[in-house]
């Protein structure tokens, strides 16, 4: 059969070439879909490639805004996590991750008091908590209302004290009484003005250098007014200088311990001697004990301290160092350290539950700490933590309105209020009902997202 197929093709062109021309075909139609089955597989691998480096690039730059978050820099954590490209849900599995850094670095919303002609340097919140107080380096005193946002009342110290030299900075520190009817505030003068009637600004107390830090005694009947690099002067309230301790270092924080009956302030009493933590009789006449900072990591000396609201513990840092420690005011010893910050310290303060710390930078970051407090003498630092950035240049000041209220100011000239936990981790992240795909943890096994 196969001869005579071969004969009649042979005697017949036409049926060759058909044959032929069947042939080509069948040929070129393999060859044509194995083409497209290699282009098609080559575009497959290209895109499992590309996928492949978009993963690790996300993966890579959700690293890098991790570091930078544990190193206090929220705005660049939140520029790598937008540079990154990814989102919730994503195909690679980096979008819960980078829902839960974006959470942990976005600023929660805030409330913006504007008034101020330049950086404001102090707040002050009175004891209603209704009402709280700045001053600034434009001379200005103002009273806010805190619900409303409205300022309430503007004091100019340059027409109410004509000799007050506010060349320096303006003015630099205030304190409110306890009983919340007294005001005190301070530039190279110590001004006084009564809050419960429109009474006329008095001169205190004048002082060769600025005025750092004021604060009232429990009584309200003695102010303790820190001068820079230039001691501390206990005065009456009525501007009688009462004692007198020279100094030689900044005078940033003074504040009076009603448990205890002690002031508490840092201080540097040679020109060689180191700024210690100290605390002192309510006399301001003898050191009770003294905490020499020499021997702890990271830190030479302190200027920076708060207590907690009942008095057992305080936070003391300097501005010029990265360690910040809580100190049992009872015996003096290091009961915790707060996690590393590549920044300077510039003002902390406590809530007034004494469950939250909140400590202001030179970077215009604020950084929240949970604490824990297993029972009345012993407290820790909880893992439960907020960064994010709160102003354009330094932060000046910290003070908490109410438990989860937060007053901030700072070199831009904007008093704001926060409530700092309002976005955290827990409260951002909605129940997502798919099944748990990977947890993936962050560098240094701190944290981790499921």
């Known amino acids: 059969m196969g001869t005579r197929l071969l004969h009649q093709l042979y005697w017949r062109p036409e049926a060759l070439c058909a044959a032929a021309a069947f042939v080509v075909a069948i040929g070129s139609f393999v060859w044509v ?16 490639r590309a996928e492949e480096l978009t993963a690790i690039k996300q993966t890579n730059q959700i690293i890098a805004a991790y570091a930078a978050l544990d190193e206090g820099w929220p705005k660049k ?9 990814s989102r919730w849900n994503s195909a690679n599995g980096t979008g819960l991750e980078w829902g839960l850094l974006d959470s942990l670095t976005r600023p ?22 209704g009402r709280l107080a700045s001053v600034g380096a434009d001379g200005l005193l103002k009273i806010w209302d805190v619900l409303s946002g409205d300022c309430l ?5 340059a027409e109410e004290l004509p000799g007050i030299d506010l060349a320096s900075g303006g003015l630099h520190s205030l304190a409110i009484s306890p009983d919340g009817t007294q005001l005190v505030f301070g530039a190279d003068i110590v001004g006084r003005i009564s809050l419960d009637a429109d009474a006329p600004v008095r001169e205190l107390y004048r002082a060769d250098y600025n005025v750092e830090s004021l604060a ?23 501007g009688d200088v009462l004692r007198r301790r020279p100094g030689f ?80 005011l009872a015996t003096g010893e290091v009961v915790a350290t707060f996690p590393h910050y590549r920044e300077y310290l510039s003002d902390l303060c406590f809530s007034p539950d004494g469950q939250t710390v909140a400590i202001g930078f030179h970077n215009g970051v604020i950084r929240c700490n949970r604490l824990n407090r297993s029972d009345e003498k012993a407290i820790e630092i909880s893992q439960q933590m907020v960064t ?23 070199d831009d000239g904007a008093v ?35």
């Open 33 to 48: 879909r194995r083409a497209d089955y290699l282009a098609r597989y080559a575009d497959q691998l290209a895109a499992a």
């Open 77 to 85: 954590a939140q520029e790598l996590l937008n540079d990154s490209g």
């Open 108 to 129: 929660p919303s805030s409330t913006t008091l504007l008034g101020h002609d330049g950086p404001v340097n102090e707040l002050a919140v009175l004891p209603s908590g």
């Open 153 to 157: 009342r503007s004091i100019d110290a």
């Open 216 to 238: 009232f005694s429990h009584d309200g009947k003695k102010i303790v007014a820190g001068i820079r690099y230039d001691g501390y002067a206990l005065i009456s309230s009525e």
């Open 249 to 328: 270092t900044r005078a940033n924080t003074v504040e009076f311990i009603p448990q205890r009956q002690n002031w508490l302030l840092t201080h540097a009493e040679t020109t060689k001697g180191v700024s210690l933590l100290q605390l002192l009789d309510r006399d301001f006449n003898k050191v009770q004990f003294a905490i020499d900072p020499r021997k702890l990591p990271r830190i030479d000396y302190l200027n920076i301290a708060r207590s907690t609201p009942d008095g057992d513990f305080a936070a003391a840092g300097a501005a010029a160092s990265y360690g910040l420690h809580l100190f049992d």
């Open 388 to 410: 994010f950035a709160a102003h354009e240049g330094s932060v000046r000041c910290t003070r908490f309105v109410d438990e989860e209220t937060l007053a901030s100011c700072g």
């Open 416 to 450: 704001k209020l926060f409530r700092p936990f309002e976005t955290s981790a827990r409260q951002a992240l909605d129940p997502d009902p798919s099944p748990l795909a990977r947890i993936s943890f962050a560098p240094g096994e701190q944290r981790f997202a499921a």
